[in-house]
């Protein structure tokens, strides 16, 4: 979920398994190659963040999200419930891709830091160099 190729590779692979008819009514190939074809939008690996490409998985599955919700997603002949369970499905996604990023932003965690030097040291330090200093 939080790698661009791979969250790609998974939205391409849960399109045919979406579009195979076993729980709902079989997409027609002109329905999936729709689906497919807005996902060219959104990923090209020679456009990584230029015009609308994505270029963290999070806006990947934003985009996905957002598609589903678009007009262009109304016009696909598939079940209305499943269009219903795909915006679940990619909504949890972009959620869990958003989680994920923020679950690896540590500076929130991080303690302040310390100074890791005792205070007594300045004091012999300074001893050391005065006694230096004298000889």
């Given at each position: 979920?939080?790698?661009?190729?791979?969250?790609?590779?998974?939205?391409?692979?849960?399109?045919?398994?979406?579009s195979?008819?076993?729980t709902?009514?079989?997409?027609?190939?002109?329905?999936r190659?729709?689906?497919?074809s807005?996902?060219?939008?959104?990923?090209?690996?020679?456009?990584?963040?230029?015009?609308?490409?994505?270029?963290?998985?999070?806006?990947?599955?934003?985009?996905?999200?957002?598609?589903?919700?678009?007009?262009?997603?109304?016009?696909?002949?598939?079940?209305?419930?499943?269009?219903?369970?795909?915006?679940?499905?990619?909504?949890?996604s972009?959620?869990?891709?958003?989680?994920?990023?923020?679950?690896?932003d540590?500076t929130?965690?991080?303690?302040?830091?310390?100074?890791?030097?005792?205070?007594?040291?300045?004091?012999?330090?300074?001893?050391?160099?005065?006694?230096?200093?004298?000889?």
């Amino acid at each position: 979920m939080e790698n661009l190729e791979a969250a790609d590779a998974k939205y391409r692979e849960r399109i045919f398994g979406w579009s195979d008819g076993k729980t709902f009514t079989r997409w027609s190939d002109a329905d999936r190659q729709v689906a497919l074809s807005a996902a060219n939008n959104w990923y090209d690996p020679s456009r990584v963040g230029k015009g609308n490409n994505a270029s963290t998985a999070e806006e990947y599955w934003q985009s996905v999200a957002n598609w589903w919700r678009s007009p262009d997603a109304q016009y696909l002949q598939i079940d209305t419930l499943q269009k219903a369970k795909i915006l679940d499905s990619v909504d949890s996604s972009s959620n869990a891709a958003t989680g994920y990023v923020q679950g690896r932003d540590i500076t929130e965690y991080l303690p302040e830091p310390e100074n890791l030097i005792p205070w007594w040291v300045y004091g012999i330090a300074g001893l050391v160099i005065w006694n230096t200093i004298r000889k």
